[in-house]
């Protein structure tokens, strides 16, 4: 391996949540949007792999497997 490539230097960091996502080393990407006027809701269903959601504006409440509203 030719350590002094240029194509074996990661990009410069994209900020910290850019950071935190390469750090967890992830092996797949499945990305969908949604825009949602309220009142608005949506139910995942238990899964065993982690999953990322963000949440762009105002904030939004998680009811928790324990039947806990928790606000975020």
């Known amino acids: 391996m030719d350590f002094s490539s240029t194509r074996n230097i990661l990009p410069a960091s994209g900020g910290p949540l850019t950071?935190?996502?390469?750090?967890?080393?992830?092996?797949?990407v499945d990305?969908?949007?949604?825009?949602?006027?309220?009142p608005w809701a949506v139910l995942f269903?238990?899964?065993?792999?982690?999953?990322?959601?963000?949440?762009?504006?105002?904030?939004?409440?998680?009811?928790?497997?324990s039947g806990e509203w928790l606000n975020l």
């Open 31 to 38: 990305y969908g949007r949604c825009e949602l006027g309220e």
């Open 45 to 65: 269903p238990a899964q065993k792999a982690a999953r990322f959601h963000f949440i762009g504006r105002r904030g939004c409440w998680l009811f928790s497997p």
């Open 19 to 28: 950071d935190m996502l390469r750090g967890l080393r992830l092996d797949g």
